[in-house]
């Protein structure tokens, strides 16, 4: 993808993104800190309440916050579609995806049924906006139906997700409905690798080439991968229709080979860079590469027998590496270069209406410094890295994972709000120099 296939003409204004990308951090450093409140060894296992308040205030805080105002972003200058009355529609999103996860955690932790019905109600508010909104803005695009396919699956993903999210958590929240707590591997399975997996996979296609001056991807893979991926999902979960069956072990191994498909080609075309030296965008990438074939070998060698998965700490080392090492290392990485982008592209449009040189749009490069990106990169890995030790030696890890995290995260709204504070400062000085011209 070039800036010449962006329809920049539609992009929504500026905040509309930037809140749901600034908010994000927010909620992981609030995980951090949760982790950082319990002693650890209430939280060795994957059922207890701090466990579950932590991996929601990640997957809806900060994943499902960051995805939301990114897919708002390209369903606009990628599809051409447009959002009916963006600014209100993308203020709701925030408020009822932001106020949802707060009450979900705090419904975890507190065992208080009104959080966990608050929690229903909102994050089903949300999931219809902006189910809504992102399908209207689909069906009304004038381009890239490569991208709305590999989208529509990925909400398609999300509504699986979703539904079984809500359900379970009127379990919690209602005595007189019982908890399917053996829906939660599905839920689980969907979210992750269908909604998360699939959107990243599409946002991949454009932003990679783009953004990390690689070759595009083949031209044959887009059009398969994601509906097998999706097809895979479906036969993993037949098993809640054909118990015992053998169509779950082989969508399992399905999904296993397209994640990993995507994961190697990617890292061939990183290594085809124009830019040999590498920046921190690049390692992010490699970091989610890597874990994604770690993750998928390490699922594909427990199936030849033992009860690896069977395991506590297995399934949690799984869980850190598609969570932590995949889905938030992609999505640290895209951070850095589409707010740059998005604040550049703003401040280009503006002077342009305004008739002013371009010289007083700051260069993209210095609007989060790769130093700094880099930094931050090495505390992710750290924590990611003592995280992944955590779930053997949660009394000796699980402190400094916790400790490493939240400093990571702290870096990164460090560095989102300094280009933001840039952004604002330079807006001024352009509003000022159009009054004075």
């Not at 296939?5 to 951090?32: D, E, G, M, N, Y």
């Not at 939660?184 to 454009?206: F, N, Q």
């Not at 398969?224 to 479906?234: D, F, K, M």
């Not at 506590?312 to 869980?319: A, S």
Request: proline fraction near 5%; glycine fraction near 8%; charge should be positive.
């Amino acid at each position: 993808m070039s800036q010449a296939k962006l329809i920049l003409s539609q992009s929504p204004p500026a905040w509309v993104p930037l809140r749901f990308f600034v908010t994000a951090p927010v909620f992981a450093i609030a995980a951090a800190v949760l982790v950082l409140w319990y002693e650890p060894t209430s939280l060795a296992s994957r059922w207890s309440a701090p466990v579950l308040a932590f991996t929601h205030l990640l997957v809806i805080g900060f994943m499902a916050m960051v995805m939301t105002g990114a897919l708002i972003q390209v369903v606009s200058v990628l599809l051409g579609g447009k959002i009916h009355r963006i600014r209100n529609m993308s203020l709701l999103l925030h408020t009822t995806l932001s106020l949802g996860t707060i009450s979900l955690a705090m419904g975890f932790i507190s065992s208080e049924p009104w959080f966990m019905r608050s929690a229903v109600v909102l994050l089903a508010s949300w999931f219809g906006l902006f189910i809504w909104a992102t399908l209207g803005g689909i069906g009304v695009r004038t381009a890239r139906s490569d991208s709305a396919m590999g989208i529509g699956l990925a909400l398609f993903a999300l509504s699986i997700t979703t539904i079984l999210g809500l359900w379970l958590a009127v379990g919690y929240g209602w005595e007189q409905v019982p908890l399917a707590r053996s829906l939660t591997d599905t839920h689980l399975t969907w979210g992750l690798l269908g909604w998360v997996g699939i959107l990243l996979i599409t946002v991949a296609y454009e932003v990679v080439p783009m953004f990390q001056l690689t070759p595009p991807y083949p031209k044959k893979m887009p059009p398969w991968l994601a509906p097998v991926h999706i097809l895979a999902l479906v036969l993993c979960s037949s098993t809640l229709v054909v118990p015992g069956s053998i169509l779950p072990l082989i969508g399992g191994v399905t999904v296993a080979m397209t994640l990993s498909l995507f994961a190697v080609v990617t890292l061939r075309l990183q290594s085809r860079r124009k830019k040999k030296k590498a920046d921190a965008v690049v390692w992010f990438w490699r970091c989610g590469m890597l874990s994604a074939i770690a993750a998928t070998s390490i699922w594909l060698y427990a199936q030849t027998g033992g009860g690896l998965l069977q395991q506590q700490e297995w399934q949690m080392l799984l869980g850190a590496m598609v969570i932590l090492g995949f889905a938030i290392s992609l999505i640290n990485g895209m951070l850095y270069k589409i707010i740059p982008f998005l604040i550049w592209v703003h401040l280009s449009i503006r002077v342009t209406e305004q008739k002013l040189s371009r010289r007083m749009v700051p260069n993209i490069k210095k609007m989060i410094p790769d130093t700094r990106a880099r930094f931050q990169f090495w505390l992710h890995l750290f924590a990611l890295v003592l995280f992944l030790a955590t779930t053997f030696r949660p009394e000796w890890f699980l402190i400094p994972a916790a400790g490493m995290f939240a400093l990571s995260n702290i870096l990164l709204l460090h560095n989102i709000t300094l280009a933001l504070r840039l952004y604002s400062r330079t807006e001024i000085e352009i509003a000022q120099a159009g009054i004075e011209g």
